[in-house]
């Protein structure tokens, strides 16, 4: 397994403010991969380490192998980054700008002019020739994922992304995100955690400066998995809701219109008891449908779960 | 090399398209002409029963009109020199437009080199402007040409001492995310180091402002000895700009 990223007991202190606590963070080479945590967590903190702005109390971090600390420009050679709050050159033009940054890579003229085309059409901004002062904040936005990605980078670092976007430039911007799987390791950060669940393979939660989950989506959906089960009927029927009311794989039952909502306590169990049930007393089911927590579930139980465990 | 040809052509580039470089041109342009016109023409203009009082006070010598011109420029020109770059690394920081470059592979003291280059271009050509115009306008409106000899070398000590006050002013840039607190620190700086060459003695001889007094009597045609200035100023001014390429590579943004 090829490492995007790595940080090895990662810190960060901002005088007695505790912003990163020893993070140990290993991102797949190709993977898209998502920080998540409330305001003040430490995502902007742990990009920007990660690109040099800043520089860590203590810990060590690699890009591909590469000590950041040791040897900055090596490892920023194939980044792209994009801020929370991008801020350019207002008197340049959008084209201007980008050549300007990807004069700062390795390529040739001729390519950077290919580069900057290729990306003004991607980013919609190839008509438009007025300065970047006169840019809305989504315009701005898209200027800015463009110039994250004019060096074609290997690892894009990506702080809040979608926060400036309407519906329509989200979508757009997280479909472009989703194209670079594979070919392109994505590090984002964002509190919008739909859009996390949408591209995503794997996330970190962060809270105050502490990781508390790293793992891919899949297997924190197993984990904090709440065994809710939804049934769709089409008759009501008062010997089903006794039974399942007594029932002792049950734990908890809700009428929601025609539906029926439980809560069981062995999911196995649930699937084999439930077809039973209803095919003894005759009753036709509709729909049985296991229901996976969102991330927003999962995202407040494993801060819930931090609070308690807090002395 | 790379990272400071791309940020050079970028402040060259932006002193042009904000203006910064043409109005420069235009201030001192007017403070090279303003000597010889005003020392001309304001007699003409002032009531017959004041003119003999007024020719005391203003003698239209050569002496008193380059005089005038290195009071001009010693104090607006140095003005001028700290407003127009008071800001030029606090604004980037502030607005966070370093973020996107320093995230690549760019090396933050060629940013500085960059900026204290074109900034010393901007200043030289200014000064040019002004010296040039004032042997241009003094000589077209008094009998005698001036010395070229005294104004080239005044011209010399005058950009040495610009470039000092460049160094400075970009170094205290780098200090705060607002350029108005760097105007203030370089303003206060420059102010309190005005008053040196008036003690006397080392401070007159060895301190950066002495070279304007050193630079106003060679311009008068008196010989001055000025190389311990001349070193003092150039050793400050490089002193300065090391500093500034510490505190940005130290900067976290």
């Known amino acids: ?311 | 090399m790379k990272s400071l040809r791309v940020f050079l052509k970028k402040e060259m580039k932006e002193a042009i398209r904000s203006w910064r470089l043409p109005v420069m041109l235009i201030v001192f342009l007017f403070l090279g002409i303003s000597s010889p016109l005003l020392f001309k023409f304001l007699p003409a203009l002032v009531p017959p029963e004041l003119k003999a009082t007024f020719e005391q006070l203003m003698k239209p010598t050569y002496e008193e009109i380059v005089s005038s011109l290195a009071k001009n420029l010693s104090q607006i020109g140095i003005l001028v020199i700290i407003l127009f770059n008071m800001g030029s690394v606090s604004e980037e920081r502030g607005k966070g437009q370093l973020e996107l470059l320093f995230a690549r592979p760019t090396s933050r003291s060629s940013l500085i080199w960059a900026k204290f280059l074109s900034s010393s271009l901007s200043v030289l050509l200014s000064l040019a402007v002004a010296f040039v115009s004032f042997g241009l306008y003094y000589g077209a409106l008094f009998p005698q040409a001036p010395p070229v000899q005294g104004l080239v070398l005044g011209f010399l000590l005058f950009s040495l001492f610009a470039l000092f006050v460049v160094s400075f002013t970009i170094f205290s840039s780098t200090l705060f995310s607002s350029g108005l607190w760097a105007g203030l620190l370089s303003g206060s700086f420059f102010l309190t180091l005005s008053f040196l060459p008036s003690l006397g003695g080392g401070f007159s001889r060895y301190s950066p402002p002495g070279l304007l007094e050193a630079a106003n009597l060679i311009m008068r045609g008196q010989v001055v000895n000025s190389w311990d200035g001349v070193l003092v100023t150039a050793t400050g001014t490089l002193i300065f700009i090391l500093l500034a390429n510490v505190v940005i590579e130290r900067a976290e943004l």
């Open chain 1, 1 to 311: 397994m090829n490492l995007a990223i790595e940080t090895v007991e990662l810190t960060k202190r901002y005088g007695t403010r505790l912003a990163l606590d020893r993070l140990n963070l290993r991102v797949e080479e190709g993977s898209i991969f998502g920080l998540l945590g409330p305001n003040g967590a430490g995502k902007t903190t742990t990009i920007k380490l990660l690109t040099g702005l800043r520089r860590p109390t203590s810990g060590k971090m690699f890009l591909f192998g590469d000590d950041v600390l040791a040897r900055p420009n090596q490892a920023r050679k194939d980044l792209g980054y994009l801020s929370e709050h991008p801020s350019f050159y207002g008197w340049m033009t959008a084209r201007e700008y980008l050549l300007f940054v990807g004069s700062f890579s390795s390529m040739s003229r001729k390519e950077l002019r290919m580069r900057t085309e290729y990306l003004l059409g991607l980013v919609t901004l190839h008509r438009v020739r007025e300065p970047i002062r006169n840019f809305s904040r989504g315009m701005r936005q898209r200027l800015g994922i463009a110039q994250a990605l004019v060096n074609n980078p290997k690892l894009l670092l990506l702080d809040e992304p979608a926060s400036a976007l309407d519906p329509l430039g989200r979508k757009e911007l997280l479909e472009t995100i989703g194209s670079l799987r594979g070919g392109v390791t994505v590090f984002l950060s964002t509190h919008i955690l739909a859009d996390a669940e949408r591209v995503c393979d794997t996330v970190c939660i962060l809270n105050q400066g502490r990781m508390l989950a790293q793992e891919t989506i899949s297997s924190l959906r197993k984990r904090y998995a709440r065994r809710n089960v939804e049934l769709e009927t089409t008759s009501e029927n008062e010997e089903l809701l006794l039974r399942l009311r007594r029932a002792d794989w049950v734990e908890d039952l809700k009428r929601d219109g025609g539906n029926l909502n439980l809560t069981v306590k062995d999911i196995g169990r649930a699937e084999i008891e439930i077809p039973r049930l209803f095919s003894e007393l005759g009753l036709p089911l509709k729909k049985i449908e296991v229901k996976e927590p969102t991330l927003e579930e999962i995202f407040l139980e494993v801060l819930d779960r931090e609070e308690n465990e807090k002395p």
